[in-house]
Nanobody
């Protein structure tokens, strides 16, 4: 079984910064993509950023230039450095990982429980 645990969420003022972290644990054989999605009240979950095992990144247009995603393959962790935060960034942020476990031969997607990010005006 795989667990993804997020940390680093909180309440900040507009223009501030937060750093989100996610650690994957369990019987992990390998991880390809890791990333972050978010869901604001009344809205659908959307991709924020993801990063492949090689370090190739994808960013949503709404956060380009403000957020930076990175990972540590040795530790099975992914981080999201968020700067210049805006009220519209307020959402629950979910860690995602595409994981193959020791007990399987295929990769499957796993989600963390989410961490709240609130940006005030």
């Amino acid at each position: 079984q795989v667990q993804l645990v997020e940390s680093g969420g909180g309440l900040v003022q507009a223009g501030g910064s937060l750093r989100l972290s996610c650690a994957a644990s369990g019987s992990i054989f390998g991880i390809t993509t890791m990333g972050w999605h978010r869901q604001a009240p009344g809205k659908q979950r959307e991709l924020v950023a993801d990063i492949g095992v090689s370090g190739m990144t994808n960013y949503a247009d709404s956060i380009k230039g403000r957020f930076t995603i990175s990972r540590d393959n040795a530790k099975n962790t992914v981080t999201l450095q968020m700067t210049s935060l805006k009220p519209e960034d307020t959402a629950v942020y979910y860690c995602y990982a595409h994981v193959r476990t020791m007990a399987t031969t295929r990769y499957s997607g796993y989600w963390g429980q989410g961490t709240q990010v609130t940006v005030s005006s």
